[in-house]
C-alpha cells in the first residue's frame, strides 16, 4: 500500500483543493450532521460540481460522470470530507446509480441517471424486512406476475430516508420454491405508487431517520425490474459492493476528534488522566479507521473486490464512533447528558452523537455478520 500519490494523483487533489477553496459553501467547524431531503443551502454546491461532472465522477461521461477511475473519486470524497463541504447525491450516487450502469438496460440509465444527479429524485433502500435483516436472503415480501406488471405485498423496516425518498430500490421474492438466495428480484419502484403506505420510526435521539414501508397490492411495470427476474439476490450484493471505503467516515472520526480536543483546551476542562489515555487512544483509532480505508482503496485501484477488508473498514469505523461518543460523555461527565442546543455544552452534540451511534454497528450490517465475513472469507474458518 502506497500512502504517497502518484504525479497525476497529486495534481488532481490540488485541482479539487482549489474548487474547493474558492468555490466552498458555507462551513460549520463542527462535524457534519447527516441531512435527509432536499435542502436549498446544497442547491448551488451541487450545481457546481455538477457542472464538472463530480456529483459521480467515476460514472462515464455520457451518463453524467467525469470518466474518473476509482483512486480520483476516492481522493475527491477524502478532499470533501477534509475540507467538510458535501458530496451530494445520496443512494441515488452512491448505490443505485452505479448498480444501473452495471445491471441496467439503456431505457433504465436513460429515465433514472440523469435525474439522480440533477438532484431531481431522492432513492431510499427497501431491503431489512421485520423477520429478514441480518439474514436478508430469507426475505418475505412477495411479487407476482400479472401481465406487465408485477403486484407486490409484504414489509420493509429501518427503510432510511424513506419519508422523503421518490423511489425506492428494493429485493422482492418472485419463486417462493426456489432456495432462498434464488428466486428473489430486483425492483425500481416508485414511492407514489398507489398502496405504498411510510410511517416513521423514532429513534432514541429524537430523529426520524428510519421508516417502515408497507406494501398492499403495490404495481410495479416488468420494465422496472433490474437484470434478470429471480436472481436479484446477486444483483443486490453488487449494490452493496458500493458501500466500501468510508474514507469520509474516517475523515469525520478524527475530525470530532479534534472538535472535542478544541472544546477542551478554549474551556479549560478539567479532564482526569483516564480520560486523557481515552482520548490519546481514540487518535490512534481514527488513524487506524483511515488507513483501512486506505488498504480497501487499493485493492479496488487495482481491480479487485475488497470483501472482508471492507467488513474490517465497515466494523472498525462503527464500533470507533461509540467508542468516540462514550470518550466524549466522559469529558463532559454529567453535563453530556443534556440535549439543548442552546445551553448544552457543544451545543448538544455529545448527547445527540452518543444515542445516534448506539444503532451505527447494526445499520448497514451488524458486526455479528462482519465478523463471520472477516473469519469466514478472511480467516478460512468453517461456517458454525
Excluded at 234 to 259: A, C, H, K, P
Excluded at 291 to 298: A, Q
Excluded at 362 to 369: M, Q, R, Y
Amino acid at each position: 500500500m502506497d500512502f504517497h500519490d502518484s504525479p497525476e494523483q497529486a495534481t488532481w487533489r490540488n485541482e479539487v483543493r482549489s474548487f474547493i477553496e474558492s468555490e466552498q459553501p458555507e462551513r460549520d467547524e463542527a462535524p457534519l450532521m447527516m441531512e435527509r431531503g432536499r435542502n436549498p443551502r446544497l442547491a448551488a454546491w451541487r450545481e457546481k460540481i455538477s457542472k464538472k461532472g463530480w456529483v459521480a465522477p467515476a460514472w462515464p461521461k455520457e451518463y453524467g460522470g467525469a470518466g474518473l477511475g476509482v483512486m480520483e473519486q476516492f481522493i475527491l470524497n477524502e478532499e470533501f470530507a477534509e475540507a467538510r463541504v458535501p458530496n451530494v447525491g445520496g443512494m441515488g450516487t452512491s448505490m443505485i446509480g452505479p448498480t444501473i450502469i452495471i445491471h441496467g438496460n439503456e431505457e433504465q440509465k436513460q429515465e433514472h441517471l440523469g435525474a439522480i444527479l440533477r438532484g431531481e429524485v431522492q432513492w431510499c433502500q427497501g431491503y431489512s424486512e421485520p423477520g429478514s435483516g441480518s439474514d436478508l436472503a430469507s426475505l418475505q415480501t412477495r411479487a407476482v406476475r400479472d401481465g406487465d406488471d408485477f403486484v407486490i405485498n409484504g414489509q420493509k423496516i429501518w427503510t432510511s430516508g424513506a419519508h422523503t425518498a421518490d423511489w425506492m430500490f428494493m429485493l422482492a421474492r418472485t419463486d417462493p420454491d426456489a432456495p432462498k438466495h434464488r428466486g428473489i428480484t430486483y425492483f425500481l419502484m416508485d414511492m407514489k405508487s398507489p398502496g405504498v403506505t411510510v410511517r416513521p420510526l423514532i429513534n432514541m435521539g429524537n430523529m426520524h431517520n428510519f421508516n417502515e414501508v408497507f406494501f398492499e397490492d403495490v404495481r410495479v411495470p416488468a420494465r422496472n425490474v433490474l437484470g434478470e427476474i429471480d436472481r436479484g439476490w446477486y444483483i443486490g450484493t453488487t449494490t452493496l459492493d458500493f458501500e466500501r471505503s468510508s474514507i469520509g467516515n474516517s475523515v469525520g472520526q478524527r475530525q470530532t476528534l479534534e472538535y472535542y480536543l478544541r472544546y477542551i483546551k478554549q474551556n479549560n476542562a478539567d479532564v482526569s488522566g483516564t480520560v486523557k489515555g481515552e482520548l490519546a487512544d481514540r487518535w490512534i483509532e481514527a488513524m487506524t479507521a483511515k488507513n483501512l480505508s486506505y488498504r480497501v482503496i487499493t485493492i479496488q485501484a487495482e481491480g479487485r473486490v475488497p470483501n472482508h477488508e471492507a467488513s474490517i473498514a465497515k466494523m472498525f469505523n462503527t464500533e470507533l464512533s461509540q467508542r468516540i461518543a462514550r470518550t466524549a460523555m466522559k469529558v463532559l461527565g454529567t453535563a453530556g447528558q443534556l440535549t439543548d442546543a442552546e445551553q448544552a455544552p457543544m451545543k448538544g452534540r455529545v448527547a445527540a452523537s452518543y444515542l445516534a451511534t448506539v444503532s451505527s454497528t447494526i445499520a448497514g450490517g451488524t458486526s455479528e455478520i462482519q465478523r463471520n465475513i472477516v473469519a469466514t472469507r478472511g480467516l478460512g474458518l468453517p461456517r458454525a
